[in-house]
């Protein structure tokens, strides 16, 4: 094994947070498009997204609370899924956290007269 398949190995057994997102993938100075991230740790990424790419294509990611990210692809699967490896590492909990732009729904209390039709 080398020393890239090891850092790899390694990586994929860090905790992952298992998740649902989007996100924007393409390959290295190309255009991006759409994909769903299944699971993030810190060294990498597994996404579901419909352009092919081979194992070793350099791509890059922009990941919403994180930004833009390079990395390769580790490995693929049928169905369109891709196992990612980023170049740096990154902070996962940063794609959890709640966008600053977004609005939090405001809670109204509950109302305490209730209508009950009549039943004959």
Known sequence: MT???QTE???RREPRDSLFMSAMIGPVGGT???ARVRNLSGGGVQVECTPSFATGDPVELELRGVGRVRGHIAWS???G???IAFAERIDPSL???PLKD???PMLVKASTSVYRPRLR
């Open 95 to 97: 794609a959890r956290r």
């Open 3 to 5: 020393v890239d398949e």
């Open 81 to 83: 899924k891709y196992g």
């Open 77 to 79: 699967a049928p169905g």
């Open 102 to 104: 977004t609005q939090q």
């Open 9 to 11: 190995a390694s990586a």
């Open 32 to 34: 991006p498009v759409a």
